[in-house]
């Protein structure tokens, strides 16, 4: 494997867009890189190639951001997303890739319809004159972090697929795209580094694997610094819309997948 081309033409995009993602621009982009690693190895030994590179980006994004996140955010979301990782590790054995293909890309074509309608009331208020400018961000909930949070603990677990459901209860609170960057890295690297215990016994760090992990690790530390410049230089609007396009864009692709192998196709 390590002498294959295609594996590298799969894994240096794969590593590229986990780089950027956890750099701030969008735990969507991150998404993409086990179904595209999927596309030259399985889906599990996928995800296990990948978590040493999540852990090597972690350490970086979480270094750049180490002033700029929300403390009382992460706190709110962890618990609940450590129950998600338990239930992941738990169930790991026992759902299929597909169906877990299909269950992320419902939950992130459902968070874009959330975006698109909460646009569509606040835009029909600014035509009455009852209101101005963006739609007003939501609070926290309790009963939205422990929906959402055990979701992301479970699809980052089985999939390294959580950033749906974090986009989902972070996103309309409209955080500062620094603000959000910086909560979302320490978040997801505190999640990825309890994901390493469980992982190891599922004998997914295999020496393969991890040389694999170290070669394409310079690839990872470059892109993520790449991610965090631009997340600094970026406008708000057009940083949010490129989470939500993302968001859509690999809902669709993961749906797609996950039926036409389901149904034989």
Do not use: C
């Amino acid at each position: 494997m390590i002498d294959d081309p295609l594996f590298y033409l799969a894994a240096i995009p794969a590593v590229v867009l986990t780089g950027l993602s956890k750099g701030g621009l969008g735990a969507a982009f991150g998404l993409a890189a086990v179904p595209i690693l999927a596309l030259v190895v399985s889906p599990v030994r996928a995800a296990g190639l990948m978590l040493p590179i999540l852990l090597i980006s972690d350490v970086v994004a979480m270094w750049s951001y180490r002033r700029h996140f929300s403390i009382d955010l992460v706190r709110h979301l962890m618990l609940p997303a450590i129950l998600g990782t338990a239930l992941g590790w738990a169930t790991a054995s026992y759902v299929s890739d597909d169906a877990l293909r299909l269950v992320v890309g419902g939950l992130a074509i459902a968070f874009v319809a959330r975006i698109f309608m909460l646009e569509r009331a606040h835009a029909r208020k600014v035509a009455s004159g009852s209101a101005a400018g963006l739609p007003p961000p939501t609070q926290k909930s309790t009963l939205g972090a422990f929906v959402w949070g055990t979701l992301t603990g479970y699809t980052s677990f089985v999939a390294h697929a959580g950033g749906p459901p974090f986009q989902t209860y972070v996103q309309p609170m409209r955080l500062s795209p620094t603000l959000f960057a910086g909560t979302a890295a320490i978040f997801f690297g505190a999640l990825n580094m309890m994901k390493v215990i469980p992982y190891a016994m599922l004998g997914q760090f295999t020496a393969e694997n991890l040389l694999m992990s170290a070669i394409l690790a310079p690839l990872t530390v470059g892109s993520t610094y790449v991610g965090v410049k631009l997340v600094k230089r970026i406008d708000e609007r057009l940083f949010y819309r490129i989470l939500t396009i993302s968001v859509f864009a690999v809902g669709l692709k993961l749906i797609y997948d996950g039926g036409m192998h389901l149904l034989g196709l």
